[in-house]
């Protein structure tokens, strides 16, 4: 699918594509695109574009560079704000001041960026502000992400530090911390692509005063943003080692109770020991009381130590 859009008083207008002739597009945002819409493009502006097997390579070289008048740059943006949120590759081409944008998935920050400009007149002037603008939104997307992910772990210390957490509840809280550390990670990746793509084009001395400008507050944001994730990270690892604390706890409870019954359980043991030997000179053996001694002496050697246990609350 293609989207054109144009300028017109200032917004950005979707254009379809026998319009072009007569209004000159600015930017086009290529989702998921057919071989009939790559030959269309290719004929209608004379460039080629990337396919999803090359947009892979993770070395600067093959991700941001300048070839034939044109500008290359290749980013992630993320899918979504939720846990299992993944990180979409988006190819930009940047070619006689029309810039391309070609992607696999249809992205939720994309869609909201073209709402955004159609309100906001004088937002974009050209296609450079296009692309510098959706960096922009990028950062604030991530912004966003993260205090979800700060929402999500206040509600779980919540959980962890006021009450006492069983082992199933335990295991939940885990892999709620999981997801919280894998969401902040692909985040902080992500602001880390994008400093990277800023400062590519920061270097590329195409950008205007205004440009420069604006790009230079979005590497502001995205330091501020670093300093919150490695805070996240930080307050994850706190979660997690309480969490793991209380699941110590729970099992050396479990130990304990066994420590306790094997000690209590020792005496009516040694009792049994004793007489259950064969000697012929063992006066108790004749004795009509015998067996109901033993078996008193061994159910009190059970029951005085349990209940020492229970006034020190080793039981507890």
């Given at each position: 699918?293609?989207?054109?859009?144009?300028?017109?008083?200032?917004?950005?207008?979707?254009?379809k594509?026998?319009?072009?002739?007569s209004?000159?597009?600015?930017?086009?945002?290529?989702?998921?695109?057919?071989d009939e819409e790559?030959?269309?493009?290719?004929?209608t502006?004379s460039?080629?574009?990337p396919?999803?097997?090359?947009?892979r390579?993770?070395e600067a070289?093959?991700?941001?560079?300048?070839?034939?008048?044109?500008?290359?740059?290749?980013?992630?943006?993320?899918?979504?704000?939720?846990?299992?949120?993944?990180?979409?590759i988006?190819?930009?081409v940047?070619?006689?001041?029309?810039?391309?944008?070609?992607?696999?998935?249809?992205?939720p920050?994309?869609?909201?960026?073209?709402?955004?400009?159609q309100?906001?007149?004088?937002l974009?002037?050209?296609?450079?502000?296009?692309?510098?603008?959706?960096?922009?939104?990028?950062?604030?997307?991530?912004?966003?992400?993260?205090?979800?992910v700060?929402?999500?772990?206040g509600?779980?210390?919540g959980?962890v530090?006021?009450?006492?957490?069983g082992d199933?509840?335990?295991?939940e809280?885990?892999?709620?911390?999981?997801?919280?550390e894998y969401?902040?990670?692909?985040i902080?990746r992500?602001?880390?692509?994008?400093?990277?793509?800023?400062?590519?084009?920061?270097?590329?001395?195409?950008?205007?005063?205004?440009?420069?400008?604006?790009?230079?507050?979005i590497?502001?944001?995205?330091?501020?943003l670093?300093g919150?994730?490695?805070f996240?990270f930080d307050k994850?690892?706190f979660?997690?080692?309480?969490?793991?604390g209380?699941?110590?706890?729970?099992?050396?409870?479990v130990?304990r109770?066994f420590?306790?019954?094997?000690?209590?359980?020792?005496p009516?043991?040694?009792?049994?020991?004793?007489?259950?030997m064969?000697?012929?000179?063992?006066?108790?053996?004749?004795?009509?009381?015998?067996e109901?001694?033993a078996?008193?002496?061994?159910?009190?050697?059970v029951?005085i130590?349990?209940w020492?246990?229970?006034?020190?609350?080793?039981?507890?």
């Amino acid at each position: 699918m293609i989207n054109i859009f144009t300028l017109d008083h200032g917004r950005l207008v979707n254009i379809k594509p026998e319009e072009i002739a007569s209004r000159k597009p600015v930017w086009l945002d290529i989702s998921e695109p057919s071989d009939e819409e790559r030959a269309w493009v290719n004929a209608t502006f004379s460039i080629t574009l990337p396919h999803p097997e090359h947009l892979r390579d993770i070395e600067a070289s093959a991700r941001f560079y300048e070839e034939n008048d044109e500008l290359h740059v290749r980013s992630d943006f993320l899918r979504g704000k939720e846990i299992d949120s993944r990180s979409v590759i988006v190819a930009f081409v940047l070619s006689r001041n029309v810039l391309f944008s070609v992607h696999d998935e249809d992205l939720p920050l994309f869609q909201l960026f073209r709402q955004r400009t159609q309100g906001h007149p004088n937002l974009v002037e050209d296609s450079l502000d296009v692309l510098i603008e959706l960096y922009g939104s990028d950062v604030e997307f991530s912004a966003d992400a993260l205090e979800e992910v700060y929402a999500e772990l206040g509600s779980i210390g919540g959980s962890v530090l006021n009450s006492t957490l069983g082992d199933k509840a335990a295991a939940e809280v885990l892999a709620s911390i999981a997801h919280s550390e894998y969401l902040n990670g692909r985040i902080r990746r992500n602001l880390m692509d994008t400093r990277r793509a800023i400062s590519f084009l920061m270097r590329s001395k195409l950008l205007k005063p205004n440009q420069l400008d604006e790009a230079r507050q979005i590497m502001q944001d995205i330091d501020s943003l670093d300093g919150h994730t490695a805070f996240l990270f930080d307050k994850i690892n706190f979660l997690m080692n309480t969490t793991v604390g209380f699941i110590n706890i729970n099992q050396n409870k479990v130990v304990r109770l066994f420590s306790v019954a094997a000690v209590a359980l020792l005496p009516p043991t040694l009792i049994a020991s004793i007489y259950g030997m064969n000697f012929k000179n063992m006066p108790e053996l004749q004795w009509e009381y015998g067996e109901a001694f033993a078996l008193m002496l061994m159910a009190l050697s059970v029951a005085i130590p349990f209940w020492m246990f229970h006034r020190k609350g080793w039981l507890k």
